[in-house]
């Protein structure tokens, strides 16, 4: 999913997501239940 789609879908800034991607920013909690949310996903994925 683009970035910007993305940011739609959970109200994450692009930027802040693009950091996520890249390992600049630490992720909160609350962020990741969004982030999976939007993807269709569940936390456990973050962690495979």
């Known amino acids: ?3 910007l789609d993305l940011e739609v879908a959970t ?3 692009h930027s ?3 950091r996520i991607e890249n390992g600049k920013l630490n992720i909160e909690f609350f ?3 969004k ?3 939007a993807l269709n ?3 456990v994925d ?3």
Do not use: R, Y
Request: overall charge negative.
């Open 16 to 18: 802040d997501i693009s």
């Open 41 to 43: 996903g569940e936390l």
């Open 46 to 48: 973050f962690f495979k």
């Open 11 to 13: 109200g994450i800034n």
């Open 31 to 33: 962020t990741m239940v």
């Open 35 to 37: 982030l999976a949310a």
């Open 1 to 3: 999913m683009p970035q």
